[in-house]
């Protein structure tokens, strides 16, 4: 009980002032624009960006296995690690500063045998190498042919032969460079895709991870037929959750192959449908953006009906809100209000970007809408302005027809007046007379796309990376809690 008095300063609304500040922080640094393979995440680099960021790479064979020798001390007085020796059979890079037949040594953890080893060098001339890696007879060739591939659209050829290679490392290295590729090389590898490969991949789900399984279903939405899509249903319905693995990406290509005539059964199982798990529901939003930014499968009237059925579910409204906004959609006004009105402590949330989607409409009606936010909720409308400000002049977002780049997609850009970069905005309405200076800080304003984008990415960490902002909100408060005692 003699906590209490701190426990009452700190109310539900600063406690969510902490963490918009923390997500905002969080949120920031995700905000480089992004081209690759659309659900795809690479696991590591690949060969070629890790022989590419070095001075030197070849191939060797182990001539002598170091031994610990306890006499042998290094400068901390510890005894050294052992360095074994090898004999450089191929240069693969790095010419002027390593020959055929020239020996080198480094550390070597693994069992010796005199099969085929790559080890990479920087810092040359004086050489610091890596610690060799295995190579099987399939690994050689691969890494051979590899530096000679070109950078371009056609390199995802030869990487598509070793796609669930037998040898893990292989269909490991092939996968991520399918991941880095732009969805761009993914569609020009159509000619020569093996769709009855893919679908087996697909139907592999205890052998398939999640993660080579979205590329599967993003290469079965290039080369697939509208027949697939009967597949794909099956496993959206299913109660499996190895069934439904990249969930994302399966309703994406589900879309593609079967356009709009496929939206009713999206709606019916995901968005308009309440009891739909969170994943599943957010993997159908996260589907709709792909596809808003990337092709033309779906009329945007299509889109955003789907998004509306989300107005009727409170709880996740505030994902789709500033996508409503920035396709300029502002027939929900009506509803907005009704979802602001009926917001509790539990759900409060969803009202600050309610206020940021009315501060965005350029229409008459959002004065009076706005007006009626301030009398429900002022704190809510001067939260809103003062962590996510409307940009001064000077600093108006550069406008474009563009309807790509929805927020969370991982491909937003930003421009301020006069920059190269162009990026689709709703046009902004300038703040009353005064309004500006009262609740904005002088330094760190942001664009309303920025505002809209960082709302969307608070709704995705507040529910996909909790203890990551959870412990982010918590050590804020710590520190508050602190400074109050003080």
Sequence with gaps: MKHSGLQRSFSGSHLAVLVSICLITVGSALLAPVVACPFCSAVSQTFAEEIGSLDAAVLVKLTMHGKADPNDEDDDGYTATPRSEFEVIEVLKGEAHVKVGERIKTHFFGKPHGGTFIVMGTDCPDTIWTSPLALSEDGVAYIKKVVTLPADATRLQFFQNYLEDSDEMLARDAYDEFANAPYSDVIALKPHMDRESILGWIKATDTVPASRRRLYLTMLGVCGEKSDAKLLEGYMRSDDREAKLGMDAMIACYLTLLGPDGMETIKELFLANKDSEYA???SAIMA?????????????????DGFHCLLERPDL????IPDLARWEDWSIMPRLLELFKDADAESNWIRVPIVNYVRACPLEEADELMDKLKEIDPAAVKRASTFFPIAPKGKQ?????KLDNFPGDGEE???????????????????????????????????????????????KKRRVWPAVVGLIALGAIGRALVGSRN
């Design 280 to 282: 599943d529901t957010y």
């Design 317 to 320: 409204a505030d994902l789709v």
């Design 397 to 401: 977002p550069v406008q474009s027809s």
């Design 288 to 304: 709709l953006r792909f596809h808003a930014g990337n092709t033309e499968v779906l009329p945007k009237e299509k889109i955003l």
């Design 413 to 459: 850009q930003y421009a301020l007046a006069g920059g190269t970069e162009e990026t689709f905005t709703p046009p902004s309405r300038p703040p009353e007379v005064g309004q500006l200076d009262e609740l904005t800080p002088a330094a760190g304003t942001v664009t309303h796309e920025e505002v809209e984008d960082l709302f969307a990415r608070d709704a």
